[in-house]
């Protein structure tokens, strides 16, 4: 017990679970607005892939960092586009779709890195995001330490957070988002397209998950890997459920999964000795799936998830 | 008020397949007046309002509408968005209302840009207000939609049409889902509304609401507009001569005297989710030779009640005692062992299974007579002789029993119900809505049988909405509300209207 204590006392453990759930925050925030509007969007993990690799060869190709993820943002939303063309006036399922979709977009990517470089043992590797030194903010006590050590796009994802909540509960877009996820007839009935709507919300939802996947290849690490990003876009969709669809809960979802991820990286290191690695390495997934079956009991779900909509018939 | 006309629907025509749905339809719509909207199921009433408001285009034909002093412009047509802007408003039976947002978002949605970055609640707050004190009608605006009772969704429906300046209100079957009395407020609100210049076209089926409140009413036919008339020329008699093309007799029973008691339902509690599906200490006596209606607004209890004789739900409390023994073990197979019929309230999902053929549906609750199976394997020529007999006897519709029964319409389904149900000659019979949705014909043949069913000795259960169908039919009414039973203190309508709404004293 002592041992976990002084654990949670450390800087760099705070710091590390923020680091850690950077990806999950925009995943799931993406996951959130496609599902608010009424679609699941299982393509999350192939879309998170994508991200990964696109904004990372942009980048390396010479396209600055920035340059990368705005790539990435493109590819993610290129990706949502079908889903969303699929689902959304097509109809079709949408576990179908979203497994497709994760299906092509990762065997996209990987066939993409393979063509651009044939012959290389080891990825090459870009100069990442450096952590930012923001003036007042940097020189707090504790808090300082764990911000001091976060690169820009964990910002951009805590800046999401607040403009995702802004949009949704201060604006008419969010207002009509909400909608038309719980009875999409009541958007229709005010003359606004529910096609639109949705599509949108599905495009831009997609394009905030391949944001996560960047954050891998361009903060976390310098490199692409195949399997790097190892289910956390299926993680985002079980914490989305854990946040009843709602930003500020997101945020602390998936600084949780973070925390706990933290967590047994340095039990490991502790406890190693006497426990196998594994366990620890399991943890986190098992306990993500205790706080779903927590939390999803009493889960409100949008009211016409899952529930395709077609013009003219009612 | 000095007659203009406001709306002109000229030589409507509409397709779908081979189906002429609307047929060369022309109606005026006068500033200020009620007009009803009369027909049956299928005679194209719903066809002709999605056109007015856009949800279908039209094959032929025009609409215009007036905008500005006495000019009557075309309206531009299959475009939703162009209808609102036009000033119709619509009310649809199944509300449009999104329950996680509030009444006062549901009210504004889309008036607005979707791209400004503040919503203006100010202004929107007090135009709503207004249209409320003028039109009389009150809903809380705060509180998500989900919370609000039917009336009160009923309420935000009608603002959200007014908040966006709609001078012509269309309204589909507007008093389904309410008690008589809230129906009368309803009404009385939508004619100050009209002598302020709104005009009102309401869809019905219901002849009292039409007589005592429309000003003039057209009524629709296999898709053509057979008559139009002043309410005040208009009998009972004569709208219902238009509406079938011929006078039908109104089913109506002649009492007989009831036996004595082959079922009661003994403090019967249920302990459900919600105040929809639970029971409190439940009493219920049915004789034979009886049929005992059970009224009340839908969602206080009857569908608890209605699975409970079905065997779907067990009770917390409380017996039911079949003919002096106490029934233990309920499941639906036993209920229907021990000559229980049900006609449920949900005949696509519940009475029937989509995908299994006509022949299969009738012998679907039989399964374990040797007549129908030998050692598990089923005997497709009786049973195809059974369907062709019983399709025959109850005059069972469609495309052939060898197909889905999806395949047929809901009247067919409900004979293709009754076929399974009487032919067993059961002993209690529940009936949930039976005639809901059904036209005048198919709804007097399920009548007729209940009818029948009663006058052989057995009792029928008959839960119903429809406050008519159940004055005319029950030879013993009790009140359902809040999971509670109450004995009707007279057959009277408005007794019994207030009894649903919970005004009883």
């Not at chain 1, 607005?33 to 993990?45: A, D, F, H, K, Q």
């Not at chain 1, 796009?153 to 008419?172: H, Q, S």
């Not at chain 1, 990003?229 to 602390?252: D, E, H, M, Q, T």
Request: charged share 20%; aromatic share 6%; hydrophobic share 45%.
């Amino acid at each position: 017990m002592i041992d976990i204590l002084n654990i949670l006392l450390t800087d760099s453990f705070w710091a590390a679970s923020l680091r850690i759930a950077t990806p999950l925050i925009f995943g799931v925030l993406g996951a959130l607005i496609c599902e608010r509007s009424g679609t699941l969007n299982l393509g999350i993990e192939g879309i998170f892939v994508v991200g990964a690799m696109c904004g990372w060869m942009a980048t390396w190709l010479g396209a600055g960092l920035w340059g990368g993820i705005i790539v990435a943002f493109i590819c993610g939303a290129f990706f949502g586009l079908i889903h969303a063309v699929l689902t959304v006036p097509l109809g079709l399922s949408q576990h179908v779709s979203g497994l497709g979709i994760t299906l092509f977009a990762t065997s996209v990517s990987y066939f993409t890195y393979r063509t651009a470089l044939p012959d290389v043992a080891s990825p090459p590797r870009i100069e990442p995001f450096q952590p930012l030194d923001i003036p007042v903010l940097s020189d707090l006590p504790f808090v300082g330490l764990v911000l001091f050590q976060q690169t820009a796009l964990t910002w951009l994802a805590l800046l999401m957070v607040v403009l995702v909540w802004y949009v949704l509960n201060r604006t008419n877009l969010g207002l009509a988002i909400k909608a038309v996820g719980d009875n999409p007839n009541s958007v229709d009935a005010q003359g606004l397209s529910v096609y639109a709507i949705r599509m949108w919300a599905i495009v831009i939802g997609s394009a905030l998950m391949a944001l996560g996947g960047a954050f891998l290849t361009m903060s976390a690490f310098d490199a692409f890997f195949f399997g790097m990003v190892n289910g956390r876009g299926w993680v985002c969709i079980a914490l989305v459920i854990f946040a009843s669809w709602r930003p500020g809960k997101a945020l602390i979802g998936a600084l949780l999964f973070g925390a706990f991820d933290a967590l047994q990286v340095r039990l490991q290191t502790e406890m190693g000795a006497f426990v196998p690695g594994q366990v620890f390495l399991m943890a986190p997934y098992v306990l993500s799936i205790v706080a779903l079956v927590i939390a999803a009991r009493s889960a409100d779900y949008p009211r016409a998830l899952l529930t395709p909509w077609f013009k003219g018939q009612r | 008020m000095e007659a203009s006309t406001v709306l002109r629907l000229k030589g409507l025509t509409k397709r779908f397949g081979p189906i002429l749905a609307n047929d060369d339809i022309t109606i005026e719509l006068q500033k200020g007046e009620v007009l009803a909207l009369l027909g049956e199921n299928g005679a194209g009433k719903t066809t002709l309002m999605n056109m007015l408001f856009g949800h279908y285009l039209p094959d032929s034909g025009n609409i215009e509408i007036k905008r500005t002093d006495d000019n009557l412009v075309p309206l531009e047509l299959g475009d939703p968005s162009a209808a609102l802007a036009a000033g119709i408003g619509m009310v649809h039976q199944h509300f449009t209302l999104a329950e996680n947002i509030t009444a006062f978002e549901n009210i504004t949605l889309g008036a607005e840009s979707l791209f400004s970055l503040r919503r203006n609640q100010k202004k929107a707050q007090t135009k709503i207000k207004s249209i409320m004190s003028h039109s009389g009608l009150d809903a809380p605006l705060d509180i998500p939609v989900g919370k609000l009772s039917v009336g009160e969704r009923q309420r935000v429906e009608i603002l959200k049409a007014l908040y966006r300046d709609a001078h012509i209100l269309v309204l589909d079957e507007p008093t389904a889902v309410l008690t008589p009395q809230e129906a009368d407020s309803l009404f009385s609100n939508l004619r100050r509304m009209t002598n302020q210049g709104l005009s009102v076209i309401f869809i019905t089926h219901k002849m009292r609401e039409v007589l005592s409140f429309s000003d003039r009413l057209v009524v629709l036919r296999d898709g053509k507009n057979v008559g139009s008339m002043k309410t005040s020329d208009a009998s009972e008699k004569k709208i219902a001569r238009l509406m079938v093309g011929s006078e039908t007799q109104k089913v109506s029973s002649k009492r007989i005297k009831p036996g004595g008691p082959i079922l009661s339902l003994n403090e019967i509690s249920v302990a459900g989710q919600s105040k929809r599906d639970s029971l409190h200490e439940v009493n219920l006596i049915l004789n034979s030779n009886e049929i005992l209606g059970i009224a009340g607004i839908s969602g206080n209890g009857q569908n608890v009640l209605a699975d409970l004789i079905s065997g779907l739900v067990a009770p917390d409390r409380g017996s039911i005692v079949l003919k002096g023994v106490a029934i233990e073990n309920i499941s639906p197979f036993n209920m229907i062992k021990s000559g229980f019929g049900r006609i449920p309230e949900d005949r696509h999902r519940q009475g029937i299974v989509g995908g299994l053929s006509v022949s299969e549906n009738m012998i679907i609750e039989r399964l374990d007579d040797p007549q129908i199976q030998n050692f598990g394997f089923l005997r497709s020529s009786v049973i195809n002789k059974n369907a062709k007999t019983l399709s025959e006897k109850y005059d069972v519709r469609g495309p052939g029993i060898d197909q889905a029964s999806r395949l047929l319409s809901g009247g067919n389904i409900q004979k293709l119900i009754l076929a399974r149900v009487f032919e067993k000659q059961p002993e209690i019979i529940l009936a949930n809505q039976p005639t809901r949705g059904l036209d005048m014909g198919a709804a007097s043949e399920v009548q007729k049988h209940l009818i029948e069913a009663r006058d052989r000795g057995g009792g029928v259960i008959l839960i119903s909405e429809d406050l008519d169908e159940i004055l005319g039919l029950a030879d013993r009414i009790v009140v359902m509300r809040d999971g509670k039973l109450h004995d009707a203190i007279s057959n009277s309508r408005e007794d019994i209207g207030l009894m649903m709404a919970g005004d009883s004293t």
